[in-house]
């Protein structure tokens, strides 16, 4: 039988790719502003000492780094865009590595501007202010680094630090070669007995098959894998641990944990609540398996069988120009605006749809400030792969609102708010699909998939956050941790999590060996879970109070970092500071739960 191969990138269609020629005609222009970059930085460097000298050197160097952090930025995101596109590329795999190198140049040229300004009275900063418009966009900008006083060093410590921010990349950065350029996965029999080579892509739809062995064979390939690299990837993962706890003790916070949520000004309460809050609802997830396990008819529930959709006999495969007309006409209340721009970035070269080989897993949405927001997917024409467009350009609209209303330096919304526009899109997607079915086998269908959302995102988020607390402090309060520890906790924790509903096999102790925001971010998992919370109530203002309720959430989209996140979200109607939003979004997969079995009646 033929085996099923990924299109070569030059055998894509261009309709179908994204448009980086919007950021960069060609390489030649991005190379001109690399080497215009050194100029700049070097111009910057010459203003080390005098920011103190009057508002109007203050306010003309902040206009020149605002200029070179754009190009930077710019330069930054096309050359990783490129790469992503096929990591296998040699030329690409140059970019990405000289925009790194350009980004560590930047922070090294201006690591002086935060000890700096903090050595400036605060009276006198006020003066200048009121002297200088353009000193006085940065307010928030100075009381933030003001705030951080305490964490912040020397300008000497600060270079040294700087110094080492392409270090500090390392783990991300072989891991990511690891898993998009170098890892192969076995080849198994699809469904109708063809040859399909496991992919990043393909592996969610083989765990949606309604072929048991399918499932099976997906879950141990792509696990066994992983497994034989375990001790290769524990390195990885505890030299990004090292790395944490390392910056955190220098800037003189008690944990790796304070220093993330100080930073984000998020109470470090909202972290350890939503991991108690979905701890003390487990009974919900245990019914959610018993009921996966009674319709599935089988006499246990595996861990390759959690993903298998509940409704065998009901398939639903979706295009990519059917789904773009779904997305729009489920986002309507949104309003008009918010739908003209939907439109243009759905039609207008945002979108980089297919895999491709050598192109790198999974979806994102990102971009540079001054050119429109890109959104990476690896379409697969099923119901999952809808949403994951509603989903990414939700963070491309949030991005297009923020920065079209916000200055450059408050354009970047927060990591803590960066999940609710993209999930408040699916929570929309997900009320238009139900009121636009009177089906009742596509009603099940759909209530199994919002169903699955609450155990991949709720529960399954909070879990991979528990997991990598612990694994924190088994690095700051222990003697050190061992991938084979690691691996022993994260099997521990899913038993946890299922209890005796499942059985838990063993091949899942590496799991977290390939979770790539453990390698690239920082305590980033768990904004997904208080996200969902945060959008499943937004969604539902949205759909009963209308126009008013959509007012608030637009103003939330334009504030990008204008707030601190949490107040952002209280002006949105959302307070994320009480257990409440996580705890009315577990009641309503309780409801679901219940309302799904009377499908079955």
Request: aromatic share 12%; glycine share 4%; hydrophobic share 35%.
């Amino acid at each position: 039988m033929a085996e099923k191969k990924l299109k070569k990138r030059s055998e894509m269609e261009k309709k179908y790719q994204w448009r980086l020629e919007d950021i960069y005609p060609g390489i030649d222009e991005w190379n001109q502003d690399v080497e215009r970059i050194k100029e700049l930085l070097a111009e910057l460097e010459t203003y080390e000492g005098r920011l103190s000298e009057s508002a109007e050197v203050l306010a003309e160097f902040l206009q020149k780094k605002e200029y070179v952090e754009k190009m930077v930025e710019a330069v930054y995101v096309y050359a990783n865009q490129k790469y992503h596109e096929d990591t296998t590329a040699e030329e690409s795999q140059k970019i990405a590595n000289i925009s790194s190198g350009m980004m560590a140049l930047n922070y090294c040229a201006v690591s002086f501007v935060e000890p700096e300004i903090l050595e400036i009275p605060e009276e006198t900063l006020a003066a200048f202010e009121k002297e200088n418009p353009v000193v006085a966009v940065y307010k928030r900008w100075f009381d933030l680094i003001i705030r951080q006083k305490e964490h912040t060093l020397s300008k000497d410590e600060e270079q040294v630090l700087a110094n080492m921010t392409e270090l500090s990349e390392i783990p991300s950065n072989i891991f990511s070669m690891f898993d998009n350029a170098d890892v192969v996965f076995p080849t198994i029999l699809d469904e109708n007995g063809e040859e399909t080579v496991i992919s990043h892509a393909r592996y969610g739809t083989l765990l949606r098959s309604h072929d048991r062995r399918v499932r099976r064979e997906a879950f141990y390939g792509l696990h066994n894998t992983y497994l034989k690299f375990k001790n290769t990837l524990g390195a990885c993962y505890i030299g990004k641990l090292k790395k944490d706890i390392c910056y955190a003790n220098i800037r003189k916070y008690p944990t790796a944990l304070s220093e993330a949520m100080f930073i984000r000004n998020i109470p470090e309460e909202v972290y350890h609540a939503l991991i108690e809050t979905v701890n003390d609802n487990l009974s919900y997830l245990h019914q959610y398996m018993d009921l996966k396990k009674e319709v599935l008819g089988v006499d246990e529930l595996h861990l390759y069988d959690v993903y298998a959709p509940l409704n065998q006999e009901f398939r639903k495969t979706i295009g990519f120009e059917e789904a773009k007309e779904i997305v729009k006409k489920a986002l309507v209340p949104l309003g008009e605006a918010y739908g003209k721009v939907l439109a243009e970035g759905l039609e207008g070269g945002w979108i980089d749809v297919y895999e491709n080989e050598g192109k790198r897993s999974g979806a994102y949405s990102w971009g540079a400030y001054g050119t429109h927001p890109y959104v990476l997917l690896n379409y697969e024409d099923q119901l999952n792969d809808v949403f994951t467009l509603a989903h990414e350009m939700g963070h491309a609209m949030h991005s297009y609102f923020s920065d079209s209303a916000q200055p450059y330096p408050y354009a970047g919304y927060q990591i803590f708010v960066a999940e609710v526009a993209s999930t408040c899109n699916e929570a929309l997607l997900m009320e238009y699909f139900l009121a636009h079915t009177e089906d009742k086998k596509e009603k099940a269908y759909l209530l199994n998939y919002f169903m699955e959302q609450f155990r991949t995102t709720l529960y399954r988020q909070t879990m991979f956050a528990e997991f990598e607390l612990e694994a924190h402090r088994l690095q700051e309060y222990g003697s050190g941790v061992a991938a084979e520890e690691l691996c022993r906790f994260y099997l521990e924790l899913n038993k946890k999590y299922f209890g005796n509903h499942v059985a838990v096999d063993k091949e899942i102790e590496i799991e977290w060996a390939r979770i790539p925001h453990f390698y690239n971010s920082t305590y980033y998992v768990y904004q997904y879970a208080t996200g969902y919370a945060a959008a499943i109530a937004l969604s539902r203002r949205i759909l009963k109070e209308g126009e008013p309720a959509v007012k608030d959430y637009l103003e939330f989209l334009r504030g990008g970092s204008s707030q601190d996140p949490i107040d952002l979200l209280r002006g949105a109607g959302v307070d994320m500071t009480k257990k409440d939003p996580v705890q009315s979004a577990l009641d309503l997969f309780r409801d679901l739960i219940a309302e799904y079995r009377s499908c079955l009646e």
